[in-house]
Protein backbone atom coordinates (compact mmCIF):
# COMPACT_ATOMS: atom_id res chain seq x y z
CA UNK A 1 0.00 0.00 0.00
CA UNK A 2 3.05 2.05 0.98
CA UNK A 3 4.48 1.67 -2.39
CA UNK A 4 1.16 2.53 -4.22
CA UNK A 5 0.62 5.59 -2.60
CA UNK A 6 4.45 6.73 -3.65
CA UNK A 7 4.03 4.86 -7.02
CA UNK A 8 0.85 7.58 -7.49
CA UNK A 9 2.35 10.83 -6.69
CA UNK A 10 2.78 10.78 -2.83
CA UNK A 11 6.02 12.69 -1.65
CA UNK A 12 6.21 10.92 1.29
CA UNK A 13 4.84 8.76 3.98
CA UNK A 14 3.38 10.67 7.24
CA UNK A 15 2.37 8.78 10.51
CA UNK A 16 0.97 9.27 13.53
CA UNK A 17 2.86 6.68 15.84
CA UNK A 18 1.54 8.77 18.58
CA UNK A 19 -1.87 8.01 17.70
CA UNK A 20 -1.60 4.48 16.99
CA UNK A 21 -0.20 2.90 20.29
CA UNK A 22 -0.66 -0.94 18.77
CA UNK A 23 2.01 0.42 15.95
CA UNK A 24 5.12 -1.69 17.62
CA UNK A 25 8.80 -0.95 17.07
CA UNK A 26 8.93 -3.30 13.93
CA UNK A 27 6.49 -1.66 12.02
CA UNK A 28 7.38 1.53 12.08
CA UNK A 29 10.53 0.44 11.07
CA UNK A 30 9.37 -1.06 8.67
CA UNK A 31 7.30 1.75 7.52
CA UNK A 32 10.65 3.77 7.41
CA UNK A 33 12.81 0.92 5.74
CA UNK A 34 10.27 1.13 3.20
CA UNK A 35 10.35 4.73 2.60
CA UNK A 36 14.21 4.66 2.38
CA UNK A 37 14.37 2.08 -0.33
CA UNK A 38 11.65 4.35 -2.55
CA UNK A 39 13.64 7.21 -1.94
CA UNK A 40 11.12 9.32 0.33
CA UNK A 41 10.76 10.78 3.65
CA UNK A 42 8.68 9.95 6.76
CA UNK A 43 6.99 12.57 7.98
CA UNK A 44 6.28 11.37 11.60
CA UNK A 45 4.18 12.61 14.94
CA UNK A 46 5.62 11.12 17.85
CA UNK A 47 5.00 8.53 19.94
CA UNK A 48 3.56 10.33 23.19
CA UNK A 49 6.61 9.78 26.56
CA UNK A 50 6.49 7.81 29.09
CA UNK A 51 9.02 6.17 31.84
CA UNK A 52 11.90 7.87 33.03
CA UNK A 53 11.28 11.58 33.65
CA UNK A 54 15.00 12.47 32.83
CA UNK A 55 14.64 10.68 29.80
CA UNK A 56 11.12 10.87 28.49
CA UNK A 57 11.22 13.76 26.27
CA UNK A 58 13.97 12.87 24.19
CA UNK A 59 13.34 8.90 24.60
CA UNK A 60 10.26 9.81 22.16
CA UNK A 61 12.79 10.83 19.03
CA UNK A 62 15.35 7.84 19.81
CA UNK A 63 13.41 5.10 17.68
CA UNK A 64 12.36 7.82 14.83
CA UNK A 65 16.02 9.11 14.92
CA UNK A 66 17.55 5.34 14.60
CA UNK A 67 15.44 4.32 12.13
CA UNK A 68 16.32 7.05 9.83
CA UNK A 69 20.24 6.22 10.49
CA UNK A 70 19.81 2.61 10.31
CA UNK A 71 17.21 2.67 6.95
CA UNK A 72 18.44 6.06 4.67
CA UNK A 73 14.96 7.37 4.37
CA UNK A 74 14.85 11.21 5.04
CA UNK A 75 12.85 12.01 8.40
CA UNK A 76 10.61 14.91 9.22
CA UNK A 77 9.52 15.08 13.02
CA UNK A 78 6.61 16.90 13.77
CA UNK A 79 6.28 19.39 16.54
CA UNK A 80 9.07 19.29 18.05
CA UNK A 81 7.95 21.51 21.17
CA UNK A 82 5.01 19.40 22.26
CA UNK A 83 7.76 16.77 23.34
CA UNK A 84 10.07 19.02 24.99
CA UNK A 85 7.92 21.33 26.72
CA UNK A 86 8.01 20.09 29.83
CA UNK A 87 11.64 19.89 29.75
CA UNK A 88 12.96 22.31 27.32
CA UNK A 89 16.69 22.17 28.36
CA UNK A 90 16.52 19.20 26.34
CA UNK A 91 16.33 21.00 23.39
CA UNK A 92 20.33 21.59 22.65
CA UNK A 93 20.56 17.85 23.01
CA UNK A 94 18.06 16.80 20.43
CA UNK A 95 19.76 19.34 18.06
CA UNK A 96 22.91 18.13 18.62
CA UNK A 97 22.11 14.47 17.88
CA UNK A 98 20.11 15.64 14.66
CA UNK A 99 23.20 17.92 13.44
CA UNK A 100 25.14 14.71 14.36
CA UNK A 101 22.81 12.58 11.75
CA UNK A 102 22.40 15.17 8.90
CA UNK A 103 26.66 15.52 9.11
CA UNK A 104 26.61 11.49 8.67
CA UNK A 105 24.72 12.19 5.39
CA UNK A 106 21.16 11.39 7.23
CA UNK A 107 18.38 14.21 6.46
CA UNK A 108 16.49 14.56 9.31
CA UNK A 109 14.49 17.58 10.03
CA UNK A 110 12.07 19.40 12.73
CA UNK A 111 9.31 21.71 13.33
CA UNK A 112 7.70 23.20 15.69
CA UNK A 113 4.76 25.57 15.51
CA UNK A 114 4.74 29.00 17.19
CA UNK A 115 3.00 28.90 20.26
CA UNK A 116 2.70 26.61 23.37
CA UNK A 117 -1.54 25.48 23.08
CA UNK A 118 -1.89 22.04 21.32
CA UNK A 119 -4.82 20.46 19.39
CA UNK A 120 -6.31 16.94 19.05
CA UNK A 121 -9.13 14.56 18.90
CA UNK A 122 -10.31 13.99 22.53
CA UNK A 123 -10.83 10.37 21.60
CA UNK A 124 -6.84 10.09 20.36
CA UNK A 125 -4.91 7.39 22.63
CA UNK A 126 -3.19 10.59 24.22
CA UNK A 127 -6.39 10.68 26.33
CA UNK A 128 -6.37 6.90 27.07
CA UNK A 129 -5.69 5.40 30.50
CA UNK A 130 -4.19 8.06 33.51
CA UNK A 131 -3.81 10.92 31.00
CA UNK A 132 -4.98 13.69 33.05
CA UNK A 133 -2.17 12.70 35.67
CA UNK A 134 0.11 12.67 33.40
CA UNK A 135 -0.71 16.35 32.11
CA UNK A 136 -1.95 17.47 35.69
CA UNK A 137 -5.05 18.07 35.33
CA UNK A 138 -8.03 16.80 37.59
CA UNK A 139 -10.78 15.58 35.50
CA UNK A 140 -10.88 12.37 33.20
CA UNK A 141 -11.84 12.12 29.36
CA UNK A 142 -15.05 10.96 29.59
CA UNK A 143 -15.86 13.62 32.45
CA UNK A 144 -14.85 16.27 30.42
CA UNK A 145 -16.48 14.99 26.98
CA UNK A 146 -19.90 14.81 28.89
CA UNK A 147 -19.82 18.09 30.19
CA UNK A 148 -18.35 20.02 26.79
CA UNK A 149 -20.85 17.78 24.72
CA UNK A 150 -23.77 18.60 26.43
CA UNK A 151 -23.22 22.06 26.93
CA UNK A 152 -21.95 22.79 23.78
CA UNK A 153 -23.98 20.46 21.86
CA UNK A 154 -26.90 19.73 23.37
CA UNK A 155 -28.37 22.45 25.43
CA UNK A 156 -26.83 25.66 23.65
CA UNK A 157 -27.78 24.38 20.06
CA UNK A 158 -31.01 22.48 20.69
CA UNK A 159 -32.50 23.54 23.72
CA UNK A 160 -33.64 19.94 23.80
CA UNK A 161 -34.81 18.81 27.24
CA UNK A 162 -34.74 15.47 26.62
CA UNK A 163 -30.88 15.45 25.63
CA UNK A 164 -30.74 17.48 28.71
CA UNK A 165 -32.86 15.64 31.24
CA UNK A 166 -29.56 13.77 33.13
CA UNK A 167 -27.09 17.07 32.10
CA UNK A 168 -25.50 18.14 34.80
CA UNK A 169 -24.51 21.33 33.32
Request: hydrophobic share 40%; proline share 3%.
Amino acid sequence: MLTAGIDAGAIGIGAGIGYTPAADHREVFRMMQTAGKLGVACFIHLRNGSGDAASAPLAVFHEVLTNAATTGCGLHICHTGAHLSSMPEQLPMLLEMVASLNARGCDVTLEQYPYKAGMTNISASIFDGDWYKKFGVSFTKENCYNRCFCRLFSCCLCCCSCCCSSCSC
